[in-house]
Every structure is written in structure tokens, then in C-alpha cells.
């Protein structure tokens, strides 16, 4: 297990940069930037904010669309031992002062539309130290900082690397403190799934704010291989942009795929080098996996990880994948599905997925009680999804999550098993399912469709749709539909929004859902 979890971040990016050296390391737009170009930038950094009364163990705010000025703040934090406290680019002036007062930063790196927010909060609620990573951000110019700073070497692994907030679409962000060990044993163990060496030419176009995107660049950087990070995503640029660099890997989320697959253009061409394409942060929709192998010639991988735990699961390199399934345990994870009572359940049971290994955080920043209730007494993660090993194949699927499960009549509902059935109907470009609260039921099905190009079905085709797959009382009983499901930033649905679109006519009243109304609680009762 050592060898999953030696060292720091920075030591480890450090050592590698030594061998790689002018070798390219990072693309952004047009600029390409070697590995020794980057770890002299993290030294320097690095030794700017040491100067600065920036201690390890402190904590440094960065919000910042992705740039190369960006990628250099996160490694200078690390460089110097301080915990990066990477944020969406796009975060409120409220959202940042509740990380703030959460967190507690001492220095701030920010582009200027963050920059600006930042500043328009008290002097007592943001951090007294600020470096702007573009000329019309306020604060010291991180060129200026680059310049003035004295290289330094890279710091230990005593403090927390990464202090990451949940993503908050079901309730409040909570602060997880990610260790050095944590980060390195689930890039390590994902490399040696993935067989990633320092040939690799990875495309993504993934915020550097979130694990998914960062772990690309994490992976790059140990590796020694070459990021192509793209600062949006637009298919047909995106396509020409792997066909330019070779692009042996791509990751994406969900979103993404939906969209290539929705380009009339789409092919395979520009594509040659392609060896393997990663999904994650979201499921992927079976029917949407099928119609890209089509056209993509494999199935992506998709591969199953959350902020506290990192990367679980993932479907293998070589061998079958199974659309919708996230696969096996990587190496150094173990993982058991287990019932309310916490008793292991067999091949085909949904229980609660819990995880155990070096990959996995030791308590939320700040909730103790929250802490304790997420591990068992024998100190398994619970992971809060719902899950089942396959009984032929032995991987696993997500089946759903606890806190999304709609209880209604009494019977549970899985949301993810009617988004399955949804999905497969080919008037459907995506759908998301929630529990809306019912005076009869407790709580009722209702599901948000997006239609694909050019067609739409009435509510009664897709609830005999689903009558056809499912037990009466799993059909949506009120069905919406929407130009586009609400998500964050890596396609994440945030299902409280739609709630609030589902009840009390809210969806009616200006939120671009059009109701398709019809009762199906007759049928229902029936079963």
C-alpha cells in the first residue's frame, strides 16, 4: 500500500518534472508549457507566498477559469505546504463568503471576475493577502509574484493537500480535507488501471475546480505525459483540437457526450490515436453510452468516484463494460453493499455502497457529528449510493441514491431505474425524476424530459413506456418538459431545483418547463 500513498504531492510532481523536463506538460489554447516550465513556476510561486507569512497547513483560496496563471497558483500552494482550496470560477459573493467564514484562507488567487467579487465583501470576511491571475483582477500580478519570488523546494506531506467542498446539489457544501496520501493512492491506483504512462496525450475540457478535471492534470503530472485542457467545450473544436495533438485519452462528463452525440457532424475522424474515453462525476445514461460506441467504436469507461472517497470503481481497460455499470474496485479499495443494518448483502440486493482504503478522507471539515455518521463502527465509508454487484459479471452498477430515494405510497423508488427507462424512448434526450411532496402518496414520481432534436411525446406515451419496464407505482405520475435539465458545473442534476419547478405550479410560471400533465394514481392503486 506505500507505494499508492509515499510522499507529497509537490515532492512527487517535482520528481517527475526533473526526468520529464522540456517534454510538453500542459496545453492551454495556444500555449504549450514544458514539465520544468511548470515545476519552476510552482517553486517560484511557492516561494512568493512563503514570503508572504503563508505556512503550511495554512489554507489558500483559488477561483479562477481555467489558465496556465490557474494551474501555477495551485502548484505554488502546494509547493509551500499550504491546503488549495480550489472553488467554481463562477461562485457568488455569498458562496465565497460562506467558504470563507468555513474555511478560514489566508491568501487569495483569483481572475478578475472573482477577483471582484472577492472584493466586494468586507475587509474582515476575505483573506488580507490577494494575487491576481489576470491584469484586471485585483491584487499583487502573479507575474509580478513569479518574479519576486525565491525558488523553493517542494514541501512534505504534513498538512491536508486539498480542502474540496461536496458539490451541494441536494444541501450545504461540506469541507473534505484530502491528504497527500488520499490524492496520491487514487491517482496512483487509477494510472495503473488505466495503463497511463508519460505517452499519454490527454484532452479534456473539465474545470480545474472539481476532482475530475484536477485528477487529469494530477495523473499528468506524475506521469510525466501532456494535458490538452480546453477552457470550454464546443464539439466541433473540441474534435478538430484531439485530431491536432493525437489525443490518446479523453475525459468527459455526461453533458459532454450528450452534445458530440447531438453534432451532426460527429465521426470517428480526427479520433486515430484515441485508445480510451472516460465518463464520470455523473451517471451515464445506458441508451446515450450505446448510440457513442456507435460512432466512437468502444464504450466509454465509465468509472465511479465521490469527493470524500475518490476514485472507487471503474470499468476495465481491456474486457467488457458494461453499459450503465461502473465495474471493479480499483487497486488498494475494498467496497461492500450493505443493508439499513449495515449486514453485507449478496450479488443482485440494492444496498448502501461503503468504502474502505487509503484513497478515503478522515472526517469533514468542521461537522463532527456529520463526520460520525458517515462511516460505520467498523470504519467504512458510506458512500450515501446505492449499489449492486452484478451476479455474472461480479462489477458493480449504481442503482441510486439514499438521499434521492422517493418514498411514495409507502414503496421505494429509485429515481435512476425510471431515468433508465426513460431514456431508452426515442423521443428522450435526457430526464431527470424526483419526489414532489403529495398529500395521498407522501411523495409522487414526477419526471423532467428533454426532448431530442425535433421530437417530443406526449406524457401518456412515456408513462405506457414506462408501464411496459416498470411497477406501476415507479411511473412518474406527472412528467415536464424542459429545454435543458439544470446541472452545475460537471453535469451534476440539481434535483432541489426541480423540485421547486414540480411543485406548486412553480414550473408554470416563467421557468421554461412546459407541464404534460396526467394522473396515473388509478392505475397505481391497482398494483
Known sequence: MGRLTEGSLARAFAATAAAAGERPALSIGERTVSHAVLDDRAARLGGWLAGHSVRAGDRVLIASATSHE?????????????????????????????????????????????????????????????????????????????????????????????????????????????????????????????????????????????????????????????????????????????????????????????????????????????????????????????????????????????????????????????????????????????????????????????VRGPQVFAGYLNRPEETAAAFTEDGWFRSGDIARLDPEHGSFAITGRLKEMIITGGLNVFPREVESALDEHDAVGGSAVVGVPSEKWGEEVVAFIVPRAGELSSAEALIAHCRERLSGFKCPKRVLVVEELPTNEMGKVRRERLVELAGGGAASRGSGATSTETETEKETEKE
Request: overall charge negative.
Open 70 to 354: 490557474l494551474v501555477a497558483a495551485y502548484l505554488g500552494t502546494l509547493r509551500c505546504g499550504a491546503t488549495a482550496l480550489s472553488v467554481d470560477a463562477g461562485a457568488t459573493a455569498v458562496e465565497l463568503r460562506g467558504l470563507i467564514a468555513d474555511a478560514a484562507p489566508v491568501a487569495a488567487l483569483c481572475d478578475a471576475p472573482a477577483g471582484r467579487r472577492l472584493a466586494s465583501l468586507g475587509a474582515d470576511e476575505r483573506p488580507a493577502t490577494a494575487v491576481a491571475l489576470d491584469p484586471e483582477a485585483p491584487g499583487i500580478a502573479v507575474a509580478a509574484a513569479l518574479e519576486e519570488g525565491e525558488p523553493i523546494a517542494p514541501a512534505g506531506d504534513a498538512a491536508p493537500a486539498i480542502l474540496a467542498y461536496t458539490s451541494g446539489t441536494t444541501g450545504r457544501p461540506k469541507g473534505v480535507p484530502l491528504s497527500h496520501a488520499n490524492v496520491l493512492a487514487s491517482i496512483r491506483a487509477v494510472m495503473l488501471a488505466w495503463a497511463w504512462d508519460r505517452d499519454e496525450v490527454l484532452l479534456h475540457a473539465l474545470p480545474l475546480s472539481h476532482q475530475h478535471g484536477l485528477g487529469g492534470l494530477h495523473a499528468t503530472l506524475l506521469a510525466g505525459s501532456h494535458a490538452v485542457i480546453e477552457p470550454s467545450f464546443e464539439p466541433e473544436s473540441f474534435c478538430r483540437r484531439a485530431g491536432e495533438v493525437g489525443a490518446t485519452m479523453i475525459m468527459a462528463v455526461p453533458a459532454i457526450w450528450e452534445r458530440l452525440d447531438a453534432w451532426s457532424e460527429i465521426s470517428r475522424a480526427g479520433l486515430d490515436a484515441l485508445r480510451v474515453a472516460i465518463s464520470g462525476s455523473a451517471p451515464l445514461p445506458r441508451a446515450l453510452a450505446l448510440r457513442v460506441s456507435k460512432w466512437l467504436g468502444q464504450l466509454p469507461l465509465e468509472r465511479y468516484g465521490s469527493t470524500e472517497a475518490g476514485l472507487v470503481l471503474s470499468n476495465p481497460l481491456h474486457g467488457e463494460r458494461k453499459p450503465g455499470g461502473v465495474g471493479y474496485p480499483l487497486p488498494g479499495i475494498e467496497v461492500s453493499v450493505r443493508d439499513r443494518d449495515g449486514r453485507e448483502l449478496g450479488p443482485g440486493a440494492d444496498g448502501e455502497l461503503v
